[in-house]
């Protein structure tokens, strides 16, 4: 069931000769990496809406990602560390039809760190036209803290494989295969991304991203988002996005907001 997905969606930049080149917002992570010594921080807010309508009433959901930051730190060419957190807040209200006809509703409120990982990105090949990249992320339970620490939950891992490929010097795509374990079962989810982004100017790019997921539960969740990036300078970018789920196991809808900047680049 599509309780809580929070998503943590990021953006490969197609804006030609621009210094920052980020993971948000959308899904598909660029394969490209910081460059060696600099360090990058991406931050942003989440809110998504989700309704289940069940014999006798409902439940609607409300999950608030008050702040999610990524860290990308460059070690070496080609290969950078990250660090990623997240404050989360989420309202279940389960509404019920009483004798009579009318509304009985009852609230929860979850909120806390979720599940913060580690990890790095590496690029595997790029040309003036494709780009090829690998991420390994590990999430750390004890990093967790209030209703999102789960006991028994093990040390879990992902794995991503972005592909961009710049059809011409303002258009491009995007796509990436990724696999993610939960540290609570053996089953992993899969997921899959499709991103077509487009520089209207020099400053402002805007995309469009279908991607989905096969849950370890055997749900399929099927969803499209889509938004715009705005260049500050070389070293700051905001963005803006929203979407909707495409079938009923999906979350309804979302919208995102945040900003990327360039710390210090040696």
């Not at 036209?129 to 999102?148: C, M, W």
Request: aromatic share 14%.
């Amino acid at each position: 069931m599509k309780k809580g997905l929070l998503l943590i969606i990021a953006f490969a930049s197609f804006v030609a000769n621009a210094q920052i080149e980020t993971d948000r917002p959308d899904f598909t992570e660029s394969p490209n990496t910081v460059p060696k010594g600099a360090l990058q921080v991406e931050t942003g807010f989440i809110f998504e809406n989700d309704k289940i309508e069940n014999l006798g009433g409902s439940f609607e959901y409300q999950n608030m990602t008050v702040n999610t930051t990524l860290l990308r730190f460059g070690l070496q060419e080609n290969f950078e560390l990250r660090f990623n957190w997240a404050n989360n807040r989420n309202e279940v209200t389960q509404k019920r039809l009483i004798q009579g006809g009318a509304d009985s509703s009852i609230s929860f409120i979850a909120s806390g760190f979720s599940t913060s990982f580690i990890g790095f990105k590496t690029n595997l090949y790029m040309t003036d036209k494709i780009s090829i990249g690998f991420l390994g992320h590990l999430y750390i339970p004890d990093l967790s803290s209030g209703d999102f620490k789960v006991d028994n939950q093990k040390v879990a891992s992902e794995l991503l494989l972005p592909v961009s490929y710049q059809i011409t010097e303002r258009f491009g795509v995007a796509a990436q295969y990724g696999i993610t374990w939960d540290g609570l079962t053996p089953n992993p989810t899969t997921s899959y991304t499709l991103a077509f982004g487009y520089a209207i100017t020099d400053q402002l790019s805007c995309y469009v991203e279908p991607y989905g997921f096969l849950t370890n539960n055997g749900e399929e969740l099927h969803l499209v988002n889509g938004g715009f990036t705005y260049l500050i300078n070389d070293n700051l970018q905001l963005d803006l996005t929203g979407g909707f789920g495409l079938n009923e196991e999906a979350p309804d809808n979302f919208i995102s907001c945040g900003a990327s900047f360039l710390l210090f680049n040696k």
